[in-house]
């Protein structure tokens, strides 16, 4: 909820009046609407195996993750897997291999401020390349079958739903 937020962003006043994803200024009337944001998640398969980003900072650092992150303005879901797959992992995907799967909703708290976002799940196919890590953000990747997966330290209720949902398809 957006009661992170005590002062109005255009006159300054005590903002007191909150509903379920709104606030509304009495001073000078402003009325802020917290939408959904927009992110992606993409499954990089070889056979049976998923590749998994390891998270090397909160929220949810250690645990397992998707590549994939928060899209831009002006960029369509497909560029932003394609961005975020250069970004993490190094490697060039182009956009008509990336196939949408399914979506969900997620909570998504940083610095102490929840954000309500829409994850949009792609599946592609990983294209042998090596892999250059983004440090900052991941620590490290694993290659997991199916078979052997833990759903348990997939860190995201959406990531874990999503994967789930292709383990079942995939049998």
């Not at 900072?57 to 250690?62: A, L, M, N, S």
């Not at 309500?116 to 997991?144: R, S, Y």
């Not at 209720?157 to 049998?171: G, M, N, Q």
């Amino acid at each position: 909820m957006i009661k992170s937020f005590k002062y109005c962003p255009n006159c300054g006043h005590a903002i007191n009046s909150f509903d379920f994803r709104k606030m509304t200024c009495d001073s000078c009337g402003l009325v802020y609407y917290q939408n959904v944001a927009a992110a992606v998640a993409v499954i990089l398969r070889k056979e049976d195996k998923i590749l998994f980003t390891v998270r090397n900072k909160e929220p949810k650092k250690g645990m397992l993750d998707l590549a994939g992150g928060f899209t831009d303005p002006d960029e369509s879901a497909e560029r932003t897997c394609q961005r975020e797959i250069e970004e993490e992992l190094g490697i060039t995907i182009p956009l008509e291999h990336f196939n949408y799967f399914l979506s969900q909703p997620n909570d998504y708290e940083y610095k102490e401020i929840p954000y309500k976002t829409c994850d949009l799940a792609f599946i592609a196919d990983f294209p042998n390349e090596e892999i250059v890590l983004e440090k900052e953000e991941i620590a490290e990747v694993k290659w997991i079958t199916i078979h052997e997966l833990n759903l348990d330290e997939i860190g995201f209720d959406s990531l874990r739903k999503v994967v789930e949902t292709y383990i079942k398809t995939f049998k």
